[in-house]
């Protein structure tokens, strides 16, 4: 992570320059929630793999922050409605957004959030640029709803968890590198490489995430240890667990798994089945795989300093403590 963030350190400023300059309306409420979320500590993955994979595409221009910043909108959106649909209370080790404002605000801004970051595509002018932001939206939008269908249903399937990661963790993040190809005006080749590079790292940083909501530490993860469970979401560790248990073992968790109130002893015992399941293991493999095929991606591409960031990205990806 420190290799690419020394790379495009001016970079990133100028982004971060521009998510505040971009902010341009004279509704109060608007720019306090905003500047709230954008300044709680995100990580800007996506905004720096664009720059990254433009660069990697030879394109380095000053004007990529502007793009730079409508994904990271999009991102921001993302979260403040997720929030308010999850009732979170925590978002980057402090109180949500939703907790502070409420439930509409929250959804309003996220709404002004998606409208700024299609106005700043507009100016930007590159249709295709648009295209495949304006899908990745959808297809977000997809997989929250998939993921709202199947809350505390413990018999949802792998396939289905890993389309809900797909459509709402890793279909930005592969938009953001398809687009810094097709700004660099990459081969058809080379945009499906960086388009699959970000998919497959999308899908190695969900999964780890999933890992991280039961055992991070959570002053530095950001959030409640057990939050997804106790908001009835089947995710990795889990479902492989499930998938060795015994019938008696998948029938207690599944119960607990129902229950709208989750006591901190009945977290402990989830814990223990994890474990004993061998869930967090199986989880950190497959980040493992999935962010070495990522990096299997990038071979199409001649060695830079851009594509040494990229790769040490991915490693940073299933290594991370937050």
Request: net charge negative; aromatic share 6%; charged share 30%.
């Amino acid at each position: 992570m420190k290799k690419a963030l020394d790379l495009i350190r001016d970079n990133l400023a100028r982004v971060e320059n521009k998510i505040k300059k971009n902010l341009d309306s004279q509704v109060p409420l608007i720019h306090k929630i905003s500047d709230y979320l954008l300044a709680s500590g995100g990580k800007r993955i996506r905004p720096m793999l664009l720059i990254l994979c433009a660069g990697l595409a030879g394109y380095r221009d000053e004007n990529l922050s502007d793009l730079a910043s409508a994904v990271e909108y999009i991102h921001s959106a993302s979260l403040l409605h997720d929030d308010v649909v999850d009732g979170a209370v925590l978002r980057r080790g402090n109180a949500s957004a939703n907790s502070l404002w409420g439930n509409e605000a929250s959804v309003l801004v996220g709404d002004y959030l998606f409208a700024q970051s299609f106005s700043i595509l507009v100016q930007f002018g590159n249709k295709k640029i648009m295209d495949i932001l304006s899908q990745a939206t959808v297809i977000m939008a997809e997989g929250e709803v998939l993921q709202l269908a199947s809350v505390r249903n413990p018999i949802a399937d792998l396939n289905l968890y890993l389309e809900i990661v797909r459509s709402k963790t890793a279909a930005l993040i592969s938009a953001a590198c398809q687009c810094g190809g097709v700004v660099g005006e990459v081969t058809p080749e080379q945009e499906l490489a960086l388009k699959n590079f970000g998919l497959d790292l999308g899908m190695a940083f969900q999964f780890t995430d999933d890992v991280l909501d039961y055992v991070g530490e959570e002053d530095e993860f950001g959030k409640t240890r057990g939050t997804d469970f106790a908001e009835g979401k089947l995710t990795l560790p889990l479902i492989y667990a499930l998938g060795r248990a015994s019938g008696d073992e998948r029938s207690a968790m599944e119960e607990l798994f129902r229950r709208e109130t989750i006591q901190e002893e009945d977290f402990k015992i989830v814990l223990d089945f994890v474990e004993k399941g061998e869930g967090f293991r199986f989880a950190r493999d497959e980040a493992g795989k999935m962010a070495d095929q990522a990096k299997s991606h990038l071979d199409i591409f001649p060695d830079c300093e851009e594509k040494d960031a990229l790769l040490a990205l991915a490693d940073h990806v299933i290594h991370r403590r937050r």
